[in-house]
């Protein structure tokens, strides 16, 4: 056992200290050689080491460098090193955190994180919260909630007779929210258009005065940080108008939410804090390994009447929380562990400073293309950036071959019509000198395409 485990964690470690040098995309070699893996099933099981080994060799050429300082696509960051340690340790307890008595010591910890959370994202006293695999489905989960309160607001059971029969439920969204917010609607019974949806202006942000009158059992759902451009939701704005009604407001925060964190960029969440419920991504921001998200509820009984269940091999009576009570699944891992060790070792100000960081490192972007001549799409507000390059197909076609080359990635996207390279920078290890690498690359890389074109 020790000679297989010192083993994995040597390659580990190994593609750990390779990440920032190595091409961020495989090479095609890596890729062909994955055909080595359609092995049929074997009948007498192969050796330890040698499994071991052949994973090593075979898929980690074949990873995209996603952990790595100059990977800028989709929102993702990457596993601190301490997060990566602690949830190597706490998967060598396996440790079912299912409830308090079976897993005293995750559990208990997995307290203090929310607690922490809470406190560093602002958000009100005593508000609840669930250890859940990302935002899709804390939005999912805080929604379940959602849909309790309303229903039993409205004299029905929903958890014992579902949605058929059940009080009209009129849903509000913006017409940006992000699509895993409507598949997690659709999960609930609520059906992923069955929905309103309020315009935006051209930052993708919803506009509040043009909300729908509010009658009836209402949820609305709103957004902090636009997943192209970054922009926030008038939260605070839209609580106003709407918690007097009687509506449920939700907040998609994957990402946005972290600004909380941050003095410099918490006008942008401004307000925030009245809304009833709140998904947030640990895996994104926060820097700690898959999966990892948080669902928070302003009344956390909201939250057990929608998630907990009861059998008689699963003791109730604990007078600690039991964590299966808040989420959707019975058992999972210690999820709050690396969350807990990301705060812990980052502390407030770390934690500030690396948001901040990262917002700095997307302006740094943002006026070098500018300065190219690239038109920007976007305020950035935040960590996000768009560019375009030109027309559709330039652009489209620059986008393919900065992938590529390998120096850094970036995806594409469309913004209100127009085809542009998405920039996220969430990287706790992303530095001035990866930006200035990566722009050089995608400055003469747009030039290279350019000179083809004409
Ligand atoms: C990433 C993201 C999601 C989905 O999060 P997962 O962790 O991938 O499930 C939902 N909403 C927003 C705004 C996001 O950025």
Redesign the pocket.
């Known amino acids: 056992m020790k000679k297989l485990l010192n083993d994995a964690a040597k390659r580990g470690i190994r593609y750990r200290e390779t990440l920032a040098t190595r091409k961020v995309v495989p090479e095609q070699a890596s890729l062909d050689a994955l055909d080595q893996l359609d092995e049929a099933m074997p009948e007498q099981g192969e050796s330890d080491m040698a499994t071991l080994a052949m994973l090593d060799e075979l898929v980690s050429p074949a990873t995209v460098a996603m952990a790595g300082p100059r990977f800028f696509g989709f929102?993702v960051g990457g596993s601190s090193p301490v997060t990566l340690a602690t949830n190597w340790l706490s998967a060598a307890w396996d440790q079912n955190v299912h409830m308090h008595a079976a897993a005293p010591g995750p559990a208990r910890l997995e307290q203090v994180a929310i607690d922490w959370l809470v406190d560093v994202l602002q958000l009100p006293p005593g508000t609840g919260a669930g250890f859940v695999?990302?935002?899709?489905?804390a939005?999912f989960t805080a929604l379940a909630a959602a849909r309790h309160r309303v229903c039993e607001d409205a004299g029905w059971d929903v958890e014992a007779n579902g949605l058929i029969g059940a009080p009209e439920i009129t849903v509000i969204i913006g017409d940006e929210a992000?699509p895993?917010?409507t598949k997690s609607l659709g999960l609930l019974g609520f059906g992923r258009n069955r929905v309103v949806r309020v315009p935006v202006d051209d930052q993708g942000r919803m506009i509040a005065a043009q909300l729908p009158e509010i009658d009836g059992p209402t949820i609305i759902c709103t957004?902090v940080?636009n997943?192209n451009s970054g922009a926030f939701d008038p939260v605070g704005e839209i609580c106003d108008v709407a918690k007097p009604q009687g509506a449920w407001v939700h907040v998609?925060g994957?990402?946005?939410i972290w600004a909380a964190a941050s003095k410099q960029l918490r006008p942008l969440v401004a307000g925030m804090d009245k809304a009833d419920s709140w998904?947030a991504?640990a895996?994104?921001w926060l820097n700690v390994p898959y999966d990892s998200?948080v669902s928070f509820v302003r009344k956390p009984n909201d939250l057990k009447a929608a998630m907990s269940i009861t059998a008689e091999y699963l003791p109730v009576a604990s007078v600690r929380r039991n964590p299966s009570d808040f989420v959707p699944e019975l058992s999972r891992r210690a999820r709050g562990v690396d969350i807990w060790a990301a705060l812990r070792t980052l502390g407030r100000s770390g934690l500030e400073g690396m948001l901040d960081r990262c917002c700095a490192l997307a302006r740094r972007f943002e006026s070098g293309l500018h300065d190219a001549g690239f038109d920007i799409l976007n305020d950035v507000v935040l960590n996000q950036v768009l560019v375009s390059f030109g027309d559709a197909d330039v652009t489209r076609r620059i986008i393919d071959a900065i992938q590529k080359d390998g120096t850094c990635w970036c995806g594409v996207t469309v913004w209100q019509g127009q085809t542009a390279m998405r920039i996220s920078v969430s990287n706790w290890s992303t530095s001035e000198a990866d930006v200035d690498a990566s722009l050089a690359a995608m400055l003469r890389i747009a030039r290279e395409v350019s000179a083809s074109n004409s």
Do not use: E
Request: hydrophobic share 35%; net charge negative; charged share 15%.
């Open positions: 929102v695999t990302g935002a899709t489905v939005n992000h895993t917010l957004q940080g997943v998609d994957a990402f946005g998904a991504d895996h994104k998200g």
